[in-house]
């Protein structure tokens, strides 16, 4: 049995709360992953980018402000549909 079959069936023999627990943690690591990249990379989403940081750059606050509450209330609106409520 390879390293991974051991997990999977280590994490079988998990009592509840400790499921929950690697869960979050399995969540949490995956939300931080690192990405290498490259300068080439780095300026090539850089020119992607710019356009989108000049029209920024023309928004008043009260723009910047709405555009913020859409996005918080379209992730909240996801968040729910995907606990199912």
Request: charged share 35%; net charge negative.
């Amino acid at each position: 049995m390879g390293k991974l079959e051991e997990l999977l069936a280590d994490i079988d023999q998990l009592e509840p709360d400790d499921l929950l627990r690697l869960s979050r943690y399995v969540e949490q690591r995956t939300r931080t992953a690192i990405f290498a990249m490259s300068v080439e990379q780095l300026e090539a989403l850089e020119l992607l980018f710019r356009p989108v940081q000049q029209n920024a750059a023309l928004m008043t606050d009260s723009e910047i402000d709405e555009a913020i509450d859409s996005a918080i209330a379209e992730v909240r609106r996801e968040r729910k549909t995907a606990r199912g409520h």
